[in-house]
């Protein structure tokens, strides 16, 4: 018995890295970009334990929950941390950052996620790289949720470690995840005795056994079909361009702050101000006295297929989020979320 995603040929190194070489144009990058055979949390964890370690001084921005994890994942490698909490209605700011740099100038490592889906907000990495650059730390940036939906630019922001997904806004597959490498990065990792070696975990070994080596020959046997359905993912936004791409994430996240607020009923957008809200999707805060994971709840009933869920941990009492990402970034998806929302609200 045949079937189309069994008895595929081997993908070769040649087909890999032209995949990777698909990444690198979609991230405007000279730097070295690997595909890691894993979800995005693989290449995000690599690069804090490779890069950080007893002696690193590190500046942690929390805007969400990713941001709590990178610090916890700095001080578990012996790194000394400082962190920046902004509510997560709003974004950190380049102000912010360069006020913790004068406090604190031993400061050289720096993480920041681009754009938290779990919380809607988006930070101005721009003007943030600027900041890091002008401080000489070395910048990682989660842009998982971001690329597709918004601008990732790491050689013109200055970022050293730049860690995305394909699994929402370029609307592709989780199983595989890409990271791009400064040289500064690799310096860094290098003279880390503590990074991993010999580890799943391990950037440096992939580039010892894979960038070096000229990609000719792969460490290992990757994952098949998630290589193939990211080579798709990328064909299809190169199609389709990588602008409109963007522009119909924009529009569904527009659509959704406005047709909340048509809603009514206490129903409005989490983040207050537009600038500071994410395309990728959009986080709605509930009336008084409605629990959020409830409202969804009832909402779902109508149509469980809709990207609803409520906020996670304490946020699941307040907070909703309209995932309009990859296939969902249309306004249709969003009429029909509202419409579902203000049905559960008794609208």
Same mark, same amino acid.
């Given at each position: 018995?045949?079937?189309p ?12 890295a ?12 000279r730097?070295?970009?690997?595909? &890691?055979q894993?979800?995005?949390?693989l290449?995000?964890?690599?690069a804090?334990?490779?890069a950080?370690?007893?002696g690193?001084?590190a500046?942690n921005v ?6 709590q &994890?990178?610090g @916890?994942w700095l001080?578990?490698?012996g790194a000394?941390v400082?962190?920046i909490s902004?509510?997560?209605h &709003?974004?950190?700011?380049?102000a912010q950052v360069?006020e ?8 050289d ?5 681009h ?7 988006? @930070? +101005?990495v721009?003007e943030?790289?600027?900041a ?5 730390a ?20 200055g970022v050293?470690? /730049?860690v ?7 609307g592709? +597959?989780a ?8 040289e500064?990065?690799?310096t860094?990792?290098a003279? @880390?005795p503590?990074?991993?070696? %010999?580890s799943?975990?391990?950037l440096l ?12 020959v792969?460490?290992?046997?990757p994952a098949?079909?998630?290589?193939? =359905?990211l080579?798709a993912c990328?064909?299809r936004?190169e ?6 791409v963007?522009d119909?994430h %924009? ?5 959704? %702050?406005?047709g909340?607020?048509?809603?009514g009923?206490?129903?409005e957008?989490?983040?207050y ?8 999707a ?9 629990v959020?994971s409830?409202l969804?709840?009832?909402a779902l009933a109508?149509? +469980? =297929?809709?990207p609803l869920?409520?906020?996670g941990?304490a946020?699941?009492?307040?907070m909703i989020?309209? @995932? ?5 970034a249309? &306004?249709?998806t969003?009429?029909r /979320? ?5 049905? =559960?609200l008794g609208v």
């Amino acid at each position: 018995m045949s079937h189309p995603f069994l008895d595929l040929p081997p993908l070769s190194a040649e087909r890999f890295a032209a995949i990777e070489d698909g990444i690198a144009r979609l991230l405007d990058t000279r730097q070295d970009v690997l595909i &890691t055979q894993g979800e995005a949390l693989l290449p995000l964890e690599g690069a804090i334990r490779a890069a950080a370690g007893p002696g690193t001084v590190a500046l942690n921005v929390i805007t969400g929950p990713y941001g709590q &994890t990178f610090g @916890n994942w700095l001080r578990d490698s012996g790194a000394t941390v400082y962190d920046i909490s902004v509510p997560f209605h &709003t974004a950190v700011t380049a102000a912010q950052v360069r006020e913790a740099f004068a406090e604190h100038p031993e400061i050289d490592f720096v993480s920041l996620v681009h754009a938290e889906a779990a919380t809607g907000n988006t @930070n +101005p990495v721009a003007e943030i790289g600027e900041a890091v650059r002008e401080h000489g730390a070395l910048f990682y940036l989660d842009a998982v949720a971001s690329v597709g939906a918004e601008p990732v630019l790491p050689d013109a922001w200055g970022v050293d470690l /730049c860690v995305i997904g394909a699994q929402k806004a370029m609307g592709g +597959p989780a199983g595989v995840s890409a990271i791009s490498v400064s040289e500064r990065a690799w310096t860094r990792m290098a003279a @880390n005795p503590h990074a991993p070696r %010999r580890s799943y975990l391990s950037l440096l070994d992939w580039k010892e056994r894979w960038i070096d080596a000229g990609r000719v020959v792969l460490p290992h046997a990757p994952a098949q079909l998630e290589m193939l =359905a990211l080579e798709a993912c990328l064909e299809r936004i190169e199609s389709v361009g990588l602008d409109a791409v963007m522009d119909r994430h %924009r529009r569904a996240a527009q659509a959704t %702050r406005a047709g909340a607020v048509s809603v009514g009923r206490g129903l409005e957008p989490y983040v207050y101000e537009a600038c500071d809200a994410a395309p990728v999707a959009t986080t709605l805060r509930v009336p008084s006295g409605v629990v959020a994971s409830e409202l969804v709840a009832r909402a779902l009933a109508s149509d +469980p =297929a809709l990207p609803l869920a409520a906020g996670g941990g304490a946020l699941a009492k307040e907070m909703i989020r309209v @995932n309009h990402y990859g296939a969902d970034a249309s &306004t249709e998806t969003v009429r029909r /979320c509202l419409a579902a929302i203000g049905e =559960a609200l008794g609208v």
